[in-house]
């Protein structure tokens, strides 16, 4: 074998590797997701928590919820650049307080909003009084634009003026308004298996294509060398 058969196989038998250790890196994903795809199916399948009092954010996490109070309005909150079926807009977010006198923050959904910022919320009040079902929801770092409504709970404790639940309620169910359609309620959260095992397939199968073709072309240079 020359010189440069030698290096161009073991270039390639490196590249094989680099796509096996890709496909079992697809295997192990598909493994942790569906390790929380069974917590959150364990989690949703428990009694509906009954919001009364102050509940720590991990035991409301993915859990069913039930609320019972009054929004406030005046202090709701846009959540900017939120899209639905690929529709710019804006979701909702608004405190129901509490019969203690706390309040949770709910996502109350989606409204449209040309540049994903702005919108009239008076057009998507709903009554004030009202008993929310939806799932807990631990907010993701909140780094909003500058300018813009921060819409963490955690980091708005100090501007209410009572004390704020540090989760999300993201509502489930119709809207109230049965003929607007709106606010629109988020989905439930997707508990497949996502891409990674059809991922995983094809880094096997990039691994067996080049390994069967190199194979093939040493083959044929090895043939060719001794004629």
Not at 122 to 147: H, K, M
Request: one cysteine or more; aromatic letters at 8%.
């Amino acid at each position: 074998m020359r010189g440069r058969d030698a290096w161009g196989a073991a270039a390639a038998v490196a590249i094989a590797a680099v796509c096996v250790r890709l496909g079992f890196w697809q295997l192990d994903r598909l493994a942790q997701r569906r390790a929380r795809n069974a917590e959150a199916v364990g989690r949703l399948a428990l009694p509906p928590l009954d919001l009364v009092g102050r509940v720590a954010a991990d035991s409301a996490r993915g859990r069913r919820i039930v609320a019972r109070g009054v929004y406030d309005f005046a202090r709701e909150r846009v959540w900017p650049l939120r899209s639905f079926d690929g529709t710019p807009g804006v979701a909702l977010v608004t405190p129901l307080r509490l019969p203690d006198g706390s309040a949770v923050f709910v996502d109350r959904g989606w409204v449209p909003s040309p540049d994903a910022y702005h919108v009239d919320r008076a057009l998507y009040r709903e009554p004030d009084s009202a008993t929310v079902e939806g799932l807990g929801v631990i907010p993701p770092p909140a780094n909003p634009p500058q300018g813009r409504d921060d819409v963490d709970p955690r980091a708005l404790r100090d501007s209410l003026p009572y004390a704020v639940l540090p989760f999300f309620l993201q509502q489930t169910g119709p809207p109230a308004r049965q003929g607007r359609g709106l606010p629109r309620r988020w989905p439930p959260p997707s508990l497949d298996d996502g891409p990674h095992l059809s991922y995983a397939i094809q880094w096997f199968s990039f691994a067996l294509i080049i390994a069967v073709g190199t194979g093939a072309l040493l083959r044929k240079t090895t043939i060719l060398g001794r004629s």
